[in-house]
């Protein structure tokens, strides 16, 4: 039978709770004590952004979805080694970083980034990069330009692009200084921007082909 424990992030994605960073430190003391309800509220608060960030990391929302579940109970039995008064996302994100680098590592899933699983999964309250495209095709070629990128590159466009963290939030999750934040960014985005022009241009060169024969 399922414990409480585990029916707080087993169900689907909740409107999140209004948490304030002055009722968060409260929560966060209830959640220590080992209060079942303040870390409903905590998975309840972070859910989807835990999603979006396991999502980035293997492009399916069914393993996205049980990774960043698996984080949430790791995070609570490690609940004694969190320092109150710290933020308490980062602190999650070191977890549910390594847990979803270990799921990588271990080949369980070739990366493919799903878009349209993941706009049917949940309900993204900003734009992403995703939103506004033209064609399946267009998507396409975006999907698989983000799944050649490599872990690093990957983690930051999804920190920026699809979570839309500042420079001084990413630099807390990642623990890097703002400057390496602001340079991995760029040579991500550079990667990003070669690799959908490398796989336009072979969409194009095939379509040429065809026409020909």
Known sequence: ???????????????????????????????KRGDKRSYETLVRRYMTDAFLVAYGFVGNAEDARDLSQ???????????????????????????RNHCLNFVQRGRRNLSIDADDFHREIACPRPTPLDNLESEERRRIVRAAIARLSEDHREIIVLKNFKDLSYKEIAEVLD??????????????????????????TGADEAAGGELT
Request: hydrophobic share 50%.
């Open 1 to 31: 039978m399922a414990t409480r424990l585990q029916l707080a992030v087993a169900g689907p994605v909740l409107a999140e709770p209004i948490v304030t960073e002055d009722n968060e430190n409260e929560i966060i003391a209830g959640w």
């Open 70 to 96: 698996e984080a949430f109970i790791k995070a609570y039995h490690a609940r004694g080694r969190f320092e109150a008064g710290r933020p308490f996302y980062p602190w999650l994100y070191r977890i549910l």
């Open 176 to 201: 890097v200084p703002i400057g390496t934040v602001m340079s991995r960014l760029f040579y991500a985005r550079q990667a990003l921007r070669a690799l959908i022009e490398e796989l336009e241009q």
